[in-house]
């Protein structure tokens, strides 16, 4: 189905873009980050999307104690900007 290779991006998985030094604003670049993540680990784009999201703590928490690039200026984490959208289609 068209959803294993999708990813809903939120607040919470920004966050986890911004820790790993991508702050790309184009929704499609960032679903694009998550696909290669996600075949580098040999899982499914959702499968790293619910990982991002559910374990979002834990997550954070070891990218900030590797100290990655952006660990010390994520802050609160990173806000979608304006016009942040999906493509047409649909990952339901």
């Not at 499914?44 to 997550?59: A, G, Q, Y």
Request: glycine share 8%; with cysteine.
């Amino acid at each position: 189905p068209d959803f294993r290779d999708c990813s809903a991006l939120d607040v919470r998985v920004l966050k986890v873009s911004a820790l790993l030094g991508f702050a790309e604003a184009d929704y499609a670049a960032h679903e694009r980050l998550y696909q290669k993540l996600a075949r580098e680990a040999g899982r499914e784009t959702w499968e790293v999307d619910r990982l991002c999201f559910h374990r979002n703590k834990e997550l954070v928490g070891l990218l900030k104690s590797a100290g990655t690039p952006t660990a010390k200026r994520a802050g609160a984490g990173p806000r979608p900007k304006e016009g942040f959208r999906p493509p047409g289609r649909s990952c339901r």
